[in-house]
Structures are given as C-alpha cells and as structure tokens.
C-alpha cells in the first residue's frame, strides 16, 4: 500500500493574529507532539481533508514531511482537531509522532449491526457507546467495531464485555459500561402506569366500601346491644 503523505513547512510566527493571517492564506497553523520536542508547523487544510476522508477516518496513520527538517518524515496520527462549523473550515491541527513498533491509544467507531428482536416488536433503541477505547500497534487500528444486536429484546442491555474485538487490538473500556439498550415505548409505560393507577383507584373504592359497611354493622350491634340492656 502506498504511503499517505501530508507536505508541510516549519511555522515560524505565533499568536492569533499570526495564526489568522495564516489561515486567511490559505494554510492553517499546527503542533506536532510526540517523539521529539513539539514542532509548529503549517499546511495546506486541503492536504489534510484527503487523508481524513479515507476508510480510516480520524484514525488514519500518515506520514509528514516538514520542509527543511533534517529527519526525512514522521509517521503521524491526529490527536486533535480544532473545526469551525460555521465556515466549514480548520481552526488548529495537534499531530501525534508515532512509532510503527509501539502501541498507541485511539477511539474507535462502534457500529451497530442487524436488527433486534425488542426493535421489531416496538421497543426503543437507545446507544449509551459510539465509541470503544482501544489500543494496539497502528497498523492494526480498526477502521472499526462491529457488535451484532439481532438478539437483544426489550428490556434487554449489552455491555462492553459483549463486544468482539479484532486479533491483536486491547479494549480499555470498563466490560461493565453499558453500550446499548431496548426500553419499551413510552406509550405503552403511560398505559401501564395508568392501570397501575386505575386498580389502585379500585382497591381504594373497596376498602372504602368495605369500610363504611363494617362501620355501619358496628352501629347496628351496639344499638340492639344498647335496647336489650334496657
């Protein structure tokens, strides 16, 4: 596989005037962290939109080459992404130096597949997980976690420990965080609590009944009880 390459140049000015002058020319400013002392640099964002928009996402592994650096290149990942969604622009770019041979942490998309049983009897899907914490060498970062929910049914819940994961990738989450669950419509609980209510009413209305006609036969006795005595 041909590498993925991103060209940049060292950035020699600093602050946000720097910064927005920069981007107003085209280029936007950024850090690379990692392996050796931080380096700023600067590049073309469109260089950069390429690279994310492959299979790998945000994930992708890349190597930089810094115009005028001795080292020939960095395998780099991104390590932060600063995005203005108002003009659809990049703000600020944190690069990550890597080595090839040492395990790195990333965030991984999960991906829901099938259709669960609880779902097709009406009951409600609700995602607590997008994304799984993993680690592992950066060439085995997946693009990403498939966890099948054909078999959950209302009421039921899958948890971290539930998902599969690719050889050679280390899951950090706790296996006892929730990932997903069924509840059912809260049409049907209104339904259910207003029967709850309803029968609570009834039992209301008996024990009321009842007690007025226990009351009523306790009047009774004492007034016999009260014209034999005289």
Do not use: W
Not at 170 to 186: K, R, T
């Amino acid at each position: 596989m041909e590498d993925l390459i991103l060209e940049a140049e060292v950035r020699e000015g600093k602050g946000k005037s720097y910064a927005k002058r920069l981007r107003k020319n085209g280029l936007i400013p950024a850090v690379v962290y990692g392996v050796d002392k931080p380096v700023s640099i600067q590049f073309n964002p469109e260089l950069l939109s390429s690279l994310l928009n492959t299979s790998a996402g945000s994930n992708v592994v890349f190597k930089l080459k810094v115009a005028g650096e001795k080292k020939k290149e960095r395998s780099v990942i991104v390590k932060d992404l600063n995005y203005n969604v108002m003009n659809d622009s990049y703000v600020h770019v944190d690069l990550l130096e890597i080595r090839m041979d040492q395990k790195i942490t990333v965030s991984v998309p999960l991906v829901l597949e099938g259709e669960a049983v609880g779902i097709k009897m009406g009951g409600v899907l609700s995602q607590v997980l997008r994304e799984l914490e993993v680690e592992c060498l950066p060439v085995d970062i997946p693009e990403q976690i498939l966890l099948d929910i054909s078999d959950v049914d209302i009421g039921g819940v899958l948890h971290v420990r539930d998902v599969s994961l690719p050889e050679n990738v280390g899951l950090l989450n706790e296996l006892d965080d929730p990932v997903l669950s069924i509840s059912v419509p809260a049409e049907e609980e209104e339904e259910v609590e207003e029967d709850i209510e309803g029968d609570e009413e009834v039992d209301s209305e008996v024990t009321s009944e009842a007690g007025e006609e226990t009351k009523e036969e306790t009047e009774s006795d004492d007034s016999e009880k009260k014209e034999n005595e005289d």
